[in-house]
Nanobody, 121 residues
């Protein structure tokens, strides 16, 4: 199984980015999915979650600015990030697990390698 993120980069504050996550050997339709982020010296933070039926939840820090979605046909998970702030700078990771409770607690069987998002002020 390989999970791969893409779409990170450098953007000015107020800008937007869309992250994508695809997988080989893993059918996203059967899993709960999420985006986590981690910046140096900070704990990993779950920012957006989508369960297998499609219900979404967000961390308070990104609510109203980030949108998680999935395209089952493309086996792809997305994170649309708008109104980016310097504090959104972090490595962003895609995660998948069939245990919703575990994902909510920051654990997962499947993780990508991460994609760096840097927001300049």
């Amino acid at each position: 199984v390989q999970v791969m993120e893409s779409g990170g980069g450098l953007v000015q504050a107020g800008g937007s980015l869309r992250l994508s996550c695809t997988a080989s050997g893993l059918i996203f339709e059967n899993y709960h999915l999420s985006w986590f982020r981690q910046s140096p010296g900070k704990e990993r933070e779950g920012v957006a979650f989508i369960d297998s039926p499609g219900t979404t939840t967000y961390a308070d820090s990104v609510k109203g600015r980030f949108t998680i979605s999935k395209d089952i046909a493309k086996n792809t998970l997305y994170l649309q990030m708008n109104s980016l702030k310097p504090e959104d700078t972090a490595m962003y990771y895609c995660a998948a697990d069939d245990r919703w409770w575990l994902l909510q607690r920051g654990g997962a069987d499947y993780w990508g390698q991460g994609t760096q998002v840097t927001v300049s002020s």
